[in-house]
Nanobody
Framework: QVQLVESGGGLVQAGGSLRLSCAAS????????MGWFRRAPEKQRELVAT???????NYADSVKGRFTISRDNVKNIVYLQMNILKPEDTAVYYC?????????WGQGTQVTVSS
């Protein structure tokens, strides 16, 4: 079992920055990919960024050049640095951890970007 706890969301003006954190606990050695997803109001959940245990990253086109995902494999924390935020980035952001058997999700953290 893996438990995920997100933090760092909040309200920010357009052009501002936020950093999200996701702390994993439990069977963390079984995690090979961690990622961030988001769900905006009345939209489906979408991928934001992922990072493998080896450090390979993948980003949605909408956030490339603005968001950076990173991972501390010792502390079992994954971060999402979000810069130049836009109102369309407003969403609930979810952390996900992938193991060979299943995916685990955090409870989500709200990010609101005002114009």
């Amino acid at each position: 079992q893996v438990q995920l706890v997100e933090s760092g969301g909040g309200l920010v003006q357009a052009g501002g920055s936020l950093r999200l954190s996701c702390a994993a606990s439990g069977s963390t050695s079984s995690i090979y990919v961690m990622g961030w997803f988001r769900r905006a109001p009345e939209k489906q959940r979408e991928l934001v960024a992922t990072i493998s245990s080896g450090g390979n990253t993948n980003y949605a086109d909408s956030v490339k050049g603005r968001f950076t995902i990173s991972r501390d494999n010792v502390k079992n924390i994954v971060y999402l640095q979000m810069n130049i935020l836009k109102p369309e980035d407003t969403a609930v952001y979810y952390c996900r951890a992938d193991t060979a058997l299943r995916q685990y999700w955090g409870q989500g953290t709200q990010v609101t970007v005002s114009s």
